[in-house]
C-alpha cells in the first residue's frame, strides 16, 4: 500500500469520527436519538474522540510533510494543505477552551462545526480525489 493510499485511508477514517464525534454531540444536546447511552457517557465519548481525531489529523499531517519531496503542486493540493492546518488549529482551540478557558465554552459548538467542514474540505480534495481518481 502506498503512502498516498495510507494517508487516505486515515483521512477517511477522521472523516468518519469526525461525523461520528457530531452526531454523538447532537444526542447529547438532544436534537437526535441514536443510541441508548446517557448524557455523561456521550459526554465523555465525545472528548475522548476528540482528541483521537486531533492526534489522526496530527499524523496525517506529519506523513504529509515528512513523506512528500518538495514539487509544484496545483491549487487543489494547496486548498487541501490550507483547510488540513485550519482544521488541525480549530481542533487544538476546541481543545484549549476545553481544557483551560472553561467561561468560552459557548463557543465550541460552532468551533466543531468548523472543524467538521474543513475536515470535510480536506478529504474532499485529498482522499476523495485519490478514491476517485483510482476506480
Not at 459548538?109 to 474543513?118: D, H, K, P, R, S
Request: charged share 10%.
Amino acid at each position: 500500500m502506498s503512502l498516498l493510499m495510507v494517508k487516505s485511508v486515515l483521512t477517511t477514517v477522521l472523516l468518519l469520527v469526525a461525523i461520528a464525534q457530531a452526531l454523538g454531540m447532537a444526542q447529547v444536546r438532544g436534537y437526535v436519538q441514536f443510541l441508548p447511552v446517557d448524557r455523561r457517557r456521550l459526554r465523555q465519548w465525545h472528548r475522548g474522540g476528540g482528541i483521537a481525531a486531533l492526534i489522526l489529523a496530527l499524523a496525517v499531517a506529519a506523513m504529509c510533510v515528512f513523506g512528500e519531496r518538495y514539487a509544484y503542486y496545483p491549487p487543489r493540493v494547496l486548498a487541501h494543505v490550507v483547510m488540513g492546518t485550519l482544521a488541525i488549529a480549530v481542533l487544538l482551540l476546541k481543545v484549549l477552551i476545553t481544557h483551560r478557558w472553561r467561561r468560552q465554552l459557548r463557543h465550541n459548538t460552532a468551533l466543531g462545526a468548523i472543524a467538521g467542514l474543513l475536515i470535510l474540505g480536506t478529504f474532499a480534495a485529498s482522499a476523495l480525489w485519490v478514491f476517485v481518481g483510482a476506480a
